[in-house]
């Protein structure tokens, strides 16, 4: 094993991102309806399952292993070695209120950060594991996104051409969080063909696929983002913030094609 993370293609560590993915899917689909599932609530009154923790500990540990040099951001254990040229951003289980209530509308979000010496920062490898779903999501830089499903099928994807909004699907998490933004958001979706709020990370995906336009969420932290948005990037769509700053550090998370962004983004800031 290598102690240089440079050592690393982008191949090599997406092959890690899955092994990683495969850990917590172990975990989290063990915990899943599980009787006994132990629920907390976190000082930010959002819950924390024990299927969280256990996933989040068993990644580290890998990670740990196999990449000691790389630091890590995870949102349940906090960050470390962040002064590293690349860290790994986890969210064990993106959707927990969803998981907790038996929804199976969830997922473990994985991505590795490269800082470069300009101070510019990319997502070079994501893996977006949602195993109730039965399908796994997956991109590294420059290589195209796809999609696993079942374990079986592999195929590549792409965000579709609409070009108006007219014609184009939107997809929200819930109405909470939007501030001034909310009455040009509803102009917005009353503008739009088809609406509706499949939340979290799968609106996301969804627009890497094809089969939305447009995901938006107004308030969203690293963990949420970071591997949502080389995923869409590389489906030929864009991720931002709702101020059009591209990347996974502005806060809030906007998915587009790549036909429908300039215009999602001035109707926002209306």
Do not use: C
């Not at 960050?79 to 038996?102: A, M």
């Amino acid at each position: 094993m290598s102690s240089n993370s440079t050592d690393f293609s982008h191949g090599e560590d997406l092959t890690l991102a899955h092994r990683l993915a495969d850990a917590a899917d172990a975990i989290t689909l063990k915990r899943y309806q599980a009787l006994d599932l132990t629920v907390t609530t976190k000082p930010d009154n959002t819950p924390v399952t024990d299927a969280d923790k256990s996933s989040e500990e068993a990644i580290r540990a890998l990670l740990h292993a196999h990449r000691p040099n790389d630091g890590i951001v995870g949102e349940e254990f906090g960050s470390q070695g962040l002064e590293q040229n690349r860290y790994w951003v986890i969210d064990p289980i993106d959707g927990t209120k969803n998981f907790v209530r038996g929804v199976p509308t969830w997922a473990t979000l994985i991505a590795l950060i490269e800082r470069y010496s300009d101070g510019t920062q990319k997502t070079i490898v994501s893996v977006v594991s949602a195993p109730a779903l039965f399908r796994r999501w997956s991109a590294h830089l420059g290589g195209g996104a796809f999609v696993t499903i079942n374990h079986e099928t592999t195929k590549r994807i792409h965000v579709s051409g609409v070009s108006k909004i007219e014609d184009a699907s939107i997809s929200y998490s819930d109405f909470t969080g939007w501030g001034s933004m909310l009455e040009p958001f509803k102009s917005l979706l009353s503008a739009a063909w088809r609406t509706r709020a499949y939340g979290d990370f799968w609106s996301h995906m969804l627009v890497a696929e094809g089969a939305l336009e447009v995901a938006a969420e107004p308030t969203l932290a690293l963990w949420d983002m970071a591997a949502l948005d080389l995923i869409v990037t590389e489906a030929g769509g864009v991720f931002s913030n709702t101020s059009g700053i591209p990347g996974p550090h502005g806060g809030n998370g906007l998915s587009t094609n790549a036909a429908l962004h300039s215009y999602v983004v001035e109707q926002l800031r209306k």
